[in-house]
């Protein structure tokens, strides 16, 4: 028996719904299309999907506030918004209210396909042979930055640091490389599941926003920049 990826998609022009709807469908996805948040949350609650494609502008109840009460509500149900807002700031808003990544209007239905793929794939992600295995509780530690990886949870010096889940699978990656410089094509493959191109400014939002929650001030800085390659996490 065929078993099909379900999509929640809102968006309230219904072009682009009925286009994106379409594409989806026969693309092999099993589609949910709503016009607003309000009809969007109701669906969740109804029949929870595997992804969510929210777009940010939107009536009554608009993507990102959709997403923040999602994520309140315990809900890791991966998201990716559309947006027609590309400014840094814009971005960032859409990370803090839980989003796991974004796509900018106008955009290529592949895309789309190419993000949901990766969403979807990093669902349940599983250590590549190289990288470090965890230590005997299932943690991975670098310096006092420690992971676990099956609850999807991390503290640094102790405290607990609230990520998305796209947050939680870059930093994972890089601590599971610890000491080793990852270039930007490679973290592209292993978190997108897709090369962007060098145009790309993903990759930069998203470690910057991780620096934020990771390198606070009075902290050692871990997250690493080597310019024209790529990042690596390490004590100094």
């Not at 949910?32 to 029949?47: F, K, N, Q, S, Y």
């Not at 592209?188 to 191109?197: A, P, Q, V």
């Amino acid at each position: 028996m065929t078993t099909y990826n379900t999509v929640l998609l809102a968006e309230d022009d219904r072009a682009i719904r009925h286009a994106l709807e379409r594409a989806l469908s026969l693309e092999g996805y099993r589609v949910t299309a709503v016009p607003d948040g309000i009809e969007a949350l109701a669906a969740v609650h109804r029949e929870r999907p595997d992804v969510i494609v929210l777009d940010v502008m939107m009536p009554g109840l608009d993507g990102l506030q959709v997403c923040r009460v999602l994520r309140a509500e315990g809900d890791r149900t991966p998201i990716l918004m559309l947006t027609a807002r590309v400014e840094t700031a814009d971005r960032i808003e859409g990370l803090d209210a839980g989003a796991d990544d974004y796509v900018a209007k106008p955009f290529e239905v592949d895309e789309v396909f190419a993000r949901l793929r990766a969403l979807l794939r990093r669902a349940a992600p599983a250590p590549g042979p190289a990288e470090e295995e965890p230590g005997p509780d299932g943690t991975t530690q670098v310096a006092d930055l420690r992971l676990d990886p099956s609850a999807r949870r991390v503290w640094r010096a102790g405290t607990e640091l609230e990520l998305t889940r796209t947050e939680f699978d870059l930093l994972e990656l890089l601590a599971r490389n610890s000491g080793i410089v990852l270039d930007h094509a490679t973290i592209y493959d292993r978190i997108w599941g897709y090369d962007f191109g060098p145009g790309s400014k993903n990759l930069a939002v998203y470690i910057g926003y991780l620096r934020r929650k990771v390198d606070q001030p009075g902290l050692v800085p871990l997250i690493h920049t080597v310019r024209g390659v790529g990042y690596t996490l390490r004590e100094a």
